[in-house]
Structures are given as structure tokens and as C-alpha cells.
């Protein structure tokens, strides 16, 4: 079986409490660790890799972003999706063409830009056609980010994404993620949108619900992130501080 097909076939027939748990490894060496820990896909997080690379979220050249991202999936043997923005401005068919040469099974794919949402149509038309670019290669995870950048009024925003995330699936998206999305509103948002949906998830410790209570309200799958990638950082400046004199 194609790995798209496996990385597919893992969104389905979720049941509440069991979401698909996909850490974000930033590099070869994480993507082994996660892969040897018993993990059945990845999805990198663009963040993370920014920071490994020396650039701010969102400033990362495509052409390392996508190195990158090649680098965890010829790492690792199960499924990789990579988080490529807003799609560093490519046209539909080099998008997926680069996703594809990258090894990547699936995509999240924003719609914002510098913080300003995008028309929804207008994206929407996007995403179809890079849809169409992909054929069946490409699991496609679209990002609605109106908890992100709205007006900061929760039940507005899960209006809104609620009507981005049914433009969204029209257009060919296999799953959403409403990047944000307070717990107590996630309910709201799994009566409302069709198929799966990706909520941001919190390690341990950090206070938020685990996996398991995002699955009961509502979650098919669960991302984190460059939370991993952040940990080790804070981790590692730990333990050389402790390597001083």
C-alpha cells in the first residue's frame, strides 16, 4: 500500500477519545526518535523547523523548508505531512510537485497571510486547484485560522470556520485545521464541519487537554506543533548550563 494510503486510511473510523496523534519532528535525528517511539505518521511543524534553521516562524526560504522536509521523510518509513504555510507563493502543480519530490504524503495549507485572513472563495479556488495538481498523491489538511487572526470573539470565529471549513472540503481538503480553537468550543465545530479536523495539542504539563479529552470533543487528529522542538531546545539549554563551571 501507498503510504498516502496508509496516512488516509489512519484518518478514518476514529472513534472519540482515539484521535490520530502526529508529533512534529523538525529533523532526521527527531523524526527517528518519534518513528522508534511507536508513532504511525509525522507531521512536521513549519515553526519548528524555522527555528532549527535559524530563521523566524514564517520567514523560512522555500527551498530549505522543502530540504527539510525531505530530510525527515528519507529518515524515517512511515508517512510524513509537512506543514508548507501558505505555499511560499508556488503555482498549484510546483507545490505539490515539490511536496512529492520531498517524500510528503499530505500538507497543511493556511489561509492567512502575515496575519490577514485570505477571501475564503479566493482560497478555496486555490486549494482546488491544487487539488486537481494532486490528484490522490496529496492528503490535503487545509488551516483556518480565524481563531488565530478574528476579532478574538470564539463563537464568531467558529461561525466563520465553520463556513471556511465546508468551502474548504468542497474544494478537494480531506481534513481541517482550526488553528486555536478553544476546547469548549470544539463541540460547536464537530457538529458543523464535515470530516475530520486537526486540533493543536499540548504536551504534558503545559496545562491544556490531553489527546485523549480533545478526541472526545471532537478531534480526529492531533498536532503539536513546535512543541517538541521547543521542549528539546529548553531541555538542551538546561543541561549545558549545568555543563558550566
Known amino acids: 500500500?501507498?503510504?498516502?494510503?496508509v496516512f488516509r486510511a489512519l484518518h478514518r473510523n476514529r472513534l472519540p477519545g482515539d484521535p490520530l496523534v502526529l508529533p512534529g519532528p523538525w529533523d532526521a535525528v527527531s523524526a527517528r526518535v518519534c518513528e522508534e517511539a511507536g508513532f504511525a505518521a509525522l507531521a512536521t511543524p513549519s515553526a519548528g523547523i524555522a527555528a532549527s534553521l535559524g530563521h523566524r516562524d514564517g520567514s523560512t526560504p522555500a527551498d530549505e523548508m522543502f530540504a527539510a522536509v525531505a530530510r525527515i521523510s528519507s529518515a524515517v518509513e512511515i508517512p510524513v505531512s509537512a506543514d508548507v504555510e501558505g505555499g511560499y507563493g508556488l503555482a498549484p502543480k510546483e507545490l505539490v510537485e515539490r511536496l512529492l519530490e520531498a517524500g510528503a504524503v499530505g500538507c497543511n495549507l493556511e489561509d492567512s497571510h502575515q496575519g490577514v485572513?485570505?477571501?475564503?472563495?479566493?482560497?478555496?479556488?486555490?486549494?482546488?486547484?491544487v487539488r486537481y495538481a494532486a490528484g490522490d498523491q496529496l492528503f490535503v489538511n487545509a488551516r483556518v485560522d480565524t481563531f488565530a487572526h478574528g476579532d478574538g470573539n470564539p463563537q464568531r470565529a467558529a461561525e466563520l470556520a465553520i463556513e471556511r471549513a465546508a468551502l474548504y472540503v468542497a474544494a478537494g481538503a480531506e481534513c481541517v485545521y482550526p488553528i486555536g480553537v478553544p476546547a469548549s468550543v470544539l463541540p460547536l465545530l464537530r457538529s458543523g464541519i464535515q470530516g475530520p479536523i486537526n486540533v493543536f495539542g499540548h504536551l504534558d504539563g503545559e496545562g491544556g487537554p490531553?489527546?485523549?479529552?480533545?478526541?472526545e470533543l471532537g478531534a480526529t487528529r492531533v498536532t503539536f506543533g513546535p512543541g517538541l522542538q521547543?521542549?528539546?531546545?529548553?531541555?538542551?539549554?538546561e543541561t549545558a548550563e549545568s555543563l558550566r563551571p
Not at 210 to 215: A, D, Q
Open 210 to 215: 490531553s489527546p485523549t479529552e480533545l478526541g
Open 1 to 5: 500500500m501507498r503510504k498516502v494510503d
Open 230 to 237: 521547543r521542549r528539546a531546545a529548553r531541555q538542551l539549554r
Open 117 to 129: 485572513l485570505q477571501d475564503p472563495r479566493e482560497h478555496a479556488e486555490w486549494l482546488a486547484e
